[in-house]
């Protein structure tokens, strides 16, 4: 590593025409090192001026075209040297993450180099979302063109800062929107530091502000702007539906939202790789220490295999590195703050009151650090409608819940309010496509061990039920942040 990781700090301010500005709020927030509890930095609470301040400058910047209207190639080139910056300075983006909110910068899922390919993808994709032309008779001509949304306001979650950040800047900017940023509270340096990479890219100033704070204040005051023409939001179901009703009460703005998940990780009896599941299932609450939305955190067994495949799981969760997110040796780090530590426990404490059996874990872990570290946990015999089953949790809790036959296993994967994600581990063709079919969720069928990046940020999905509203990823992410524009032409 080629820089000192100690040394890696960034300013939090709102940032409005490509510079920092102070905050009009006399209002902080202390932000605290979640590795050992003790204050990191103090960030400015936000309030509705900030976010006038920058949604103006946003609109300012639309109205006179200088990105909307700048040709393709322009764009294109802005955005890959914004990746090729963000792969640059890739180790302080993820130090900053890490020291924030502590996720691993060991853990190369969703990391700043990823978001540098996600950009990289976007910047190519500037010329390749197109109109349609539709046949008509000899007088007309009717097309549709795609133009941008306008202002465009991104609120993102603090579990994977860096990469929640370019998920929804890089596709709205490569569409030609101005955008208003606000991340999480909890982790906010590495969207300051995007947005002064992207303006050394060459983006236009105004193009992309960030306006750092509270959710209840400034993801508000976004949500209810009457200039703001779409809201994007990542975050918990239960907010997510609050912005749906800001949007209600404002100006009907388009709001596009990635909300909770308790997605199934089903594994047959019928011949696969029980090694293979075993790891991808420890994975699933190690990575990020369990909070990822689309975490497989119930685990759907044959009861046929049941004790093998547990305790293939219990010796992956016992080959765990637990320390300093900031440590390059750790692999498991602390939950993001006392709030969420909190929470975990609480979900904990539940479940063994209600007398479901705990194989594993269940414990706070290195309480001398002052961090909020909690053992990675494993409850078995788990009822399907129990708590733990059923909410999200967002930390490293795996429900394990058996199963007779393929129906039973559906009809358990389907049982709870979302639709995020599932994945099944078969060696059954017939069955793989069944329960593809089956299945609300996107899907992941698994007959080998998963390698290689698939189809990478070309692929797009769409969540179901209370998971959320829109399409992200891939050319149809893309889609989302543009507006089709009918265009009839009478002529003789």
């Known amino acids: 590593m080629s820089f000192d990781i100690k040394r890696v700090d960034q300013e939090v301010a709102p940032f409005v025409d490509g510079v920092l500005i102070t905050s009009a709020s006399g209002d902080t927030i202390e932000v605290m090192n979640p590795s050992n509890g003790k204050r990191a930095l103090s960030i400015p609470a936000g309030c509705d001026k900030d976010v006038a301040t920058a949604v103006a400058s946003a609109r300012r910047a639309y109205a006179d075209g200088r990105w909307s209207e700048a040709p393709p190639s322009i764009r294109k080139k802005t955005l890959h040297r914004l990746a090729d910056l963000i792969a640059a300075n890739s180790g302080a983006l993820d130090a900053l993450d890490a020291g924030e909110m502590g996720k691993p910068i060991r853990e190369r899922c969703a990391n700043a180099a990823s978001a540098a ?10 010329d390749k979302v197109c109109g349609d032309t539709y046949n008509s008779d000899k007088t007309t001509f009717v097309a549709q063109r795609r133009v941008p949304r306008g202002i465009v306001a991104a609120v993102t979650p603090w579990n994977f ?3 929640n950040a370019m998920s929804k800047v890089a596709p709205a900017l490569a569409a030609g929107n101005c955008v208003v940023l606000k991340p999480s509270e909890l982790s906010s340096r590495s969207a300051m530091r995007l947005a002064i990479l992207a303006v050394e890219a060459g983006l236009p100033p105004g ?9 209840e204040t400034v993801g508000r005051a976004l949500g209810m702007h009457m200039d703001v023409n779409m809201l994007t939001f990542t975050g918990s179901t239960e907010i997510g539906k609050q912005m749906m009703c800001y949007a209600g009460q404002s100006n009907l703005k388009v709001v596009m939202t990635e909300c909770g998940g308790k997605s199934p990780q089903i594994v047959f009896g019928d011949g696969v790789d029980l090694d293979a599941a075993a790891k991808s299932v420890a994975q699933a609450i190690l990575t990020n220490q369990g909070q990822v939305c689309s975490a497989g955190t119930r685990l759907l067994v044959q009861r046929s295999i049941e004790p093998v495949l547990l305790e293939k799981i219990l010796a992956q969760l016992e ?7 900031l440590d390059p040796h750790t692999t498991f780090g602390p939950l993001a703050s006392s709030q969420q530590c909190a929470r975990v426990m609480k979900y904990i404490q539940s479940a063994k009151d209600e007398g479901v059996e705990l194989v594993a874990g269940g414990k706070r872990a290195l309480p001398e650090t002052g961090g909020y570290f909690v053992e990675p946990t494993l409850f078995r015999n788990v009822p399907p409608t129990a708590r733990i089953a059923q909410e999200e949790i967002f930390g490293p809790v795996l429900s394990v819940i058996k199963f007779e036959n393929e129906a039973e296993a559906i009809r358990i994967a389907n049982a709870t309010i979302y639709g995020l994600a599932a994945y099944v581990w078969t060696a059954d063709l017939s069955r793989a496509m069944r329960v593809t079919k089956a299945i609300h969720s996107s ?3 698994n007959a080998a061990a998963p390698s290689g990046e698939g189809a990478g940020h070309a692929a797009s999905y769409e969540p179901a039920f209370q998971s959320g ?3 992200e990823g891939g050319l149809a992410g893309m889609e989302s942040y543009l507006r089709r524009q009918l265009v009839w032409i009478n002529h003789s």
């Not at 390919?117 to 500037?126: I, K, N, Q, S, W």
């Not at 193009?207 to 704070?213: A, R, Y």
């Not at 080959?319 to 997110?325: E, K, L, Q």
């Open 117 to 126: 390919g996600l950009t990289r993808f976007y910047a190519e994709a500037v």
């Open 161 to 163: 800062p860096t990469v």
């Open 207 to 215: 193009v992309l502000n960030v306006v750092p704070g509270r959710g």
């Open 319 to 325: 080959n765990i590195s637990i320390g300093n997110a």
């Open 443 to 445: 899907i992941w069928v």
């Open 469 to 471: 509203i829109g399409t």
